[in-house]
């Protein structure tokens, strides 16, 4: 039976309506790496140019990825994670530092 924009199928008396089903594009969580060469303040200096964060969260993260390993910075759509990734690792390499940062489907 096709569809009314109403939702129903023709007939008042018949309450089948179809729920609109609304697809959520895949999120994409932006990660940061640890090494042993890149200096702290780049890494902070990176996460206050491209990921909007202020300094004393850009601290705690750069923190977290020193000790833990890694770390989350941030979650985004398939194409700003890209962005990210691409960006990060341009200005890393520009700067001759190893720093890695991947991208993860959530
Ligand atoms: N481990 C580095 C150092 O001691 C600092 C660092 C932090 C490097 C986070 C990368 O993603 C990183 N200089």
Known sequence: MSEKPDGTHGDP???TKTKPKTQRPPL???LILNDDYTPMEFVV???ERFF???HSQAFEIMLTVHKKGLAVVGVFSYEIAETKVTQVMDFARRHQHPLQCTMEKE
């Open 13 to 15: 008396g018949l309450l």
């Open 28 to 30: 994409y969580k932006v």
């Open 45 to 47: 200096h990176i996460l």
């Open 52 to 54: 909007g964060l202020n």
